[in-house]
């Protein structure tokens, strides 16, 4: 406040709040994921191959990430983003701080992740053990490179935007995770709750997209104003 007495910023401040038409980017679209029918049995993930990962897990099946299930059928690791109806020539920043996955007992963790274009997307090696980081994108560019015991962080980042992208690790085959890459913060990742919220929206009519990695994407139309909150649910099911 110095040099400036606080009634001047207490007037403005209520200028901003009444002014008409002042965009207030204050909208949330939220909701649950479930899963319809019976889950299929899936077949744990076969670490034998590697007894340090193996070891890890104390010698158990560990359980197959393509599917997660909360209490009520609720499904985590759905990607849900604003795939249409943004403002055109708004461009939103990348945040500096890295989006991180870890490898660790021989998985992606996390198995699903978002970040936007030029985001450092961190990769760490807490294995101890010989990894590989192989993308397989349509659209950027790939990133393959093995990551020894040695080297406990690798950064990359990706140039353009791209809906969700395979990450295997050449070495463990059941080794997989996604990543979806965008020009704008309006992503969420569910977890077991299957819970999203997409927050600090402009007014406007969205197009919502959700993605699983193996039944595919859903869309719904949301409208938004004001300081909305909207909920959407998203059901999927095996066809
Ligand atoms: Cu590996």
């Avoid at 007495?5 to 909208?27: D, I």
């Avoid at 708004?90 to 701080?97: D, G, L, N, S």
């Avoid at 949301?222 to 095996?238: I, L, N, P, R």
Wanted: glycine letters at 10%.
């Amino acid at each position: 406040m110095r040099g400036i007495s606080s009634g001047v910023w207490v007037a403005a401040l209520l200028v901003a709040s009444v002014w008409p038409g002042a965009a207030s980017a204050a909208s949330t679209i939220t909701g649950t994921v479930t899963f319809e029918g019976k889950a299929p049995a899936l077949k744990p993930l076969a670490m034998d191959a590697e007894p340090a990962c193996h070891k890890v897990h104390g010698g158990k099946p560990v359980a197959n990430e393509m599917l997660v299930l909360g209490p009520g059928n609720t499904m985590g690791s759905i990607m849900v983003w604003v795939s249409k109806g943004l403002p055109a020539g708004k461009t939103w920043p990348a945040p500096a701080a890295p989006v991180v996955m870890d490898q660790k007992g021989c998985r992606y963790l996390p198995h699903v992740m978002g970040l936007m274009v030029g985001q450092p997307y961190r990769i760490l090696n807490s294995d101890g053990i010989l990894h590989n980081i192989h993308t397989l994108p349509k659209i950027n560019a790939a990133f393959n490179r093995g990551q020894p015991a040695t080297v406990k962080e690798m950064t990359t980042n990706f140039a353009k935007p791209e809906g969700m992208l395979q990450v295997k690790c050449d070495v463990h085959p059941w080794m997989s995770a996604y990543i979806g890459v965008f020009t704008h913060p309006f992503y969420s990742v569910t977890k077991e709750d299957g819970k999203f919220t997409i927050s600090g929206l402009d007014a406007g009519t969205y197009e919502i997209t959700a993605w699983h990695e193996r039944l595919g994407t859903q869309t719904a139309s949301v409208t938004v104003s004001g300081s909305d909150t909207k909920t959407q649910a998203f059901k999927f099911a095996v066809k």
